[in-house]
């Protein structure tokens, strides 16, 4: 099995769809964190939309654990949470935070 591991893309699409077409061949795929950029102009609900449908149509098997840009802000508690928008993926091929995955023989 091969892995490729990377982190920090901050929303830098261009290094998306590097990954995506030009990524050396791998089984797994392992996204550590930082997916999205505070800094950004593009709203943070709209950088989730994007990396979310990203994530989706990958065509491998993919791992994900949040990163501290990846957090969000919960008003009620008045602080950042880990990121829900993470746990909505219900794809056999995506685990995310706290998920555990086996995927077999790939």
């Not at 699409?13 to 990524?23: C, K, Q, V």
């Not at 795929?29 to 943070?44: C, I, S």
Request: charge should be negative.
């Amino acid at each position: 099995m091969t892995i490729l591991h990377l982190s920090d893309l901050h929303f830098n699409r261009r290094w998306f769809n590097w990954l995506r077409h030009n990524a050396p061949t791998h089984d797994l795929l392992v996204l550590a964190g930082d997916l999205l950029n505070h800094a950004d102009a593009t709203p943070l609900s709209d950088q989730i939309k994007w990396v979310s449908d990203w994530i989706r149509d990958y065509p491998k098997p993919i791992s994900v654990c949040s990163g501290p840009h990846d957090l969000e802000w919960n008003h009620s508690v008045a602080r950042w949470t880990p990121a829900d928008w993470l746990r909505e993926f219900t794809n056999f091929k995506v685990t995310v935070d706290d998920q555990r995955g086996s995927f077999g023989r790939l």
